[in-house]
């Protein structure tokens, strides 16, 4: 029996382009967030965590209305950079950014908490600037917690299903992901392909992180 | 030389405090601040090396200003050319022994210096390990070297060696006083064990509550410079024991535990936990060498 492969495919750009993404700007994030004192901190901090307790449907819905022509937000999208979100895959790649971000930001931050102050201090006082002692001394010291939000990220984009659900509907090649494709599956009573979908994303998950628990365990001992 | 004169609010255990030192450091000179903890040594030697602020004052290294509140200069610490020796050493993890201290070298420095550091701490052996697998005595060796490896003008030691054990302590003693003698710099050593200071420093500043109380030799700071017909000694009591109409009382001094005989209206005052001075007439003491 023949099993479109387009949904997996698409499931997996879908989590790279966002992985990248998140770790561009949620390095950054949590190296600032890991050092202000700005009065707001906590503000920022459960804006961030937001996702991990609201409701996907929430965010999908607001982010559907955000991303709709009729709104402002969308409609100029549409104008300055003939940008559609909704119902398109870039839109579900920057869904994906929101909806992740706390799983890359969080181990991060805390790793950048944990490092003793004295090692910054130790290569200032040493004659490296800011940037050198940020490439060469803290990030090479958080390695693991890169790890873990790079795959954290990855994998609860791959596991998302009621955001995509919400702005990205169900097209073949643009949003229709692994999960959706599950569902819509199991909709139309087809298990056979259900299965088939649902099988490889188990076992994959399950050897993404059997991966990362190997390599933790090896490298940063 | 190097001229300080700084204030600094400080946040003590009992309250809040200032911390005002005002002194000179003559090049080559080997100063320790001396004084209990929480009394700012540790924020005055950051103070100088730019890790912290002073609220007011002025920091002047030969002719260069490192600080002047008035003025707004404050030098950033990447310019100041110190060697700060952290407590807890602070070697990157994810260096090696070697990459420790070629990363210490500053623009232009000659690589071989590495070389030479490596040889004279007797580190050539652990050159590719990582921190993490050495010992305390050697992680301090480690960073030591890291600290020379930049060629500070000035060295700041904050308990250089108050992790560890006896014997390496007193090895590493004789190591730092080679290689400050050796590259000839001005160094500042906070500690407060009077044999360390008595052995490195050629200048005490004894410093109480965020200020410099007193000042001079080791020799005149703690042995009241004449030969003394008495002992002194501090330590804490550990334990009482009535004996008949004596006590029995066992005191931890440094790192030996001594029983004495003490009388019952001086044991009523004691207990357990107590920091009591032992004073007795030793006129003719036995001196027995150990080997």
């Known amino acids: 029996m023949h099993y479109d492969l387009s949904p997996l495919l698409l499931t997996f750009k879908l989590a790279l382009f966002t992985t990248v993404i998140l770790l561009c700007i949620g390095v950054p994030f949590a190296w600032w967030l890991a050092n202000t004192r700005i009065r707001i901190k906590p503000a920022v901090e459960a804006l961030v965590a937001m996702p991990l307790v609201l409701p996907p449907s929430v965010l999908g819905f607001y982010l559907l209305l955000a991303f709709s022509p009729e709104h402002w937000f969308g409609a100029w999208l549409d104008r300055a950079v003939g940008l559609r979100l909704a119902f398109s895959f870039e839109g579900l790649v920057l869904a994906s950014v929101i909806f992740s971000f706390p799983f890359m930001v969080h181990p991060i931050q805390a790793a950048f908490q944990n490092l003793p102050a004295s090692l910054k201090e130790a290569a200032y006082v040493l004659g490296k600037s800011r940037w050198q002692t940020f490439m060469r001394v803290l990030l090479p010291n958080i390695k693991p917690a890169l790890l873990s939000g790079t795959v954290l990220a990855f994998a609860h984009t791959v596991g998302e299903f009621g955001v995509v659900l ?23 009573l087809n298990y056979a392909a259900a299965n088939f979908y649902a099988g490889i994303l188990f076992l994959l998950s399950f050897a993404i992180l059997l991966l990362v628990y190997i390599t933790n365990r090896r490298i940063f001992k | 030389m190097i001229q300080a004169s700084i204030t600094k609010q400080l946040q003590g255990a009992h309250g809040a405090f200032t911390l005002h030192a005002d002194f000179q450091l003559e090049q080559g000179e080997f100063v320790a601040l001396y004084g209990p903890s929480g009394v700012g040594k540790t924020t005055l030697l950051r103070c100088l090396a730019g890790l912290e602020q002073a609220e007011q004052g002025s920091i002047k290294a030969d002719n260069q200003v490192w600080l002047d509140c008035q003025a707004r200069i404050n030098l950033p610490t990447q310019q100041r050319r110190v060697g700060y020796m952290f407590q807890d050493y602070a070697l990157f993890p994810n260096m090696t022994v070697r990459g420790n201290l070629e990363f210490a070298l500053r623009k232009g420095a000659n690589r071989h210096r590495v070389e030479e550091l490596l040889e004279i701490m007797a580190l050539g052996g652990l050159q590719h390990s990582k921190p993490a ?33 006896l014997e390496t302590r007193s090895r590493l003693q004789d190591e730092i006083l080679r290689l400050q003698q050796h590259f000839g710099i001005t160094t500042v050593m906070v500690s407060h064990d009077v044999g360390e200071v008595y052995k490195l420093a050629k200048r005490v500043l004894v410093m109480e509550a965020g200020r410099v109380v007193q000042q001079g030799t080791p020799s005149e700071m703690f042995s009241q410079g004449q030969t003394s017909g008495k002992f002194r000694v501090t330590g804490e009591v550990l334990a009482l024991e009535q004996m008949d109409v004596m006590f029995a009382l066992t005191v931890l001094v440094g790192n030996q535990i001594v029983r004495v005989v003490a009388m019952s209206d001086e044991a009523t005052a004691l207990s357990p936990g107590d920091r009591v001075m032992l004073v007795s007439k030793a006129f003719n003491p036995m001196v027995i060498k150990l080997d």
């Open chain 2, 133 to 165: 697998t050495l010992s305390g005595g050697q992680k301090q060796r480690v960073a030591l070297a890291r600290t020379l490896a930049s060629e500070p003008q000035l060295l700041l030691l904050d308990e250089p060696l108050s992790a560890l054990d």
């Open chain 1, 166 to 188: 919400m702005i990205g509907g169900n097209l073949p090649n643009e949003t229709r992901v692994a999960s959706i494709a599950i569902y819509d599956e199991v909709e139309s």
